[in-house]
Nanobody, 122 residues
Framework: QVQLVESGGGLVQAGGSLRLSCAAS????????MGWFRQAPGKEREFVAA????????SYAASVKGRFTISRDNAKDTVYLQMNSLKPEDTAVYYC???????????????WGQGTQVTVSS
């Protein structure tokens, strides 16, 4: 069992930046790929970004490519999502997830954080 906790969400104006963090309860990142997903009220959860355990494989949703950057620091048991040039349509609850392989598909992930709210005002 892996416990994940997101932080760093908040309210920001369009064009601004936020950095989300996802910390594990203990040093448990070793076998896991990590992903970020988001969900707005009344909408399906959607893929945002994913990174392999080594960092050699990275994937982004087309809607965030060029604006968001996923990274990880296994020694700190933490994965990050740097979000720049934020748009109102980025408003959602953001979740981190851990799974056995890098994937854009949410069912590929076994463990999920509680989510952190990101609100982008216009």
């Amino acid at each position: 069992q892996v416990q994940l906790v997101e932080s760093g969400g908040g309210l920001v104006q369009a064009g601004g930046s936020l950095r989300l963090s996802c910390a594990a309860s203990r040093r448990s990142f070793s076998p896991y790929a990590m992903g970020w997903f988001r969900q707005a009220p009344g909408k399906e959860r959607e893929f945002v970004a994913a990174i392999s355990w080594s960092g050699s494989r990275i994937s982004y949703a087309a809607s965030v490519k060029g604006r968001f950057t996923i990274s990880r620091d296994n020694a700190k048991d933490t994965v990050y999502l740097q979000m720049n040039s934020l748009k109102p349509e980025d408003t959602a609850v953001y979740y981190c997830a851990a799974g056995p392989r890098t994937s854009d598909f949410d069912t590929s992930y076994d463990y999920w954080g509680q989510g952190t709210q990101v609100t982008v005002s216009s």
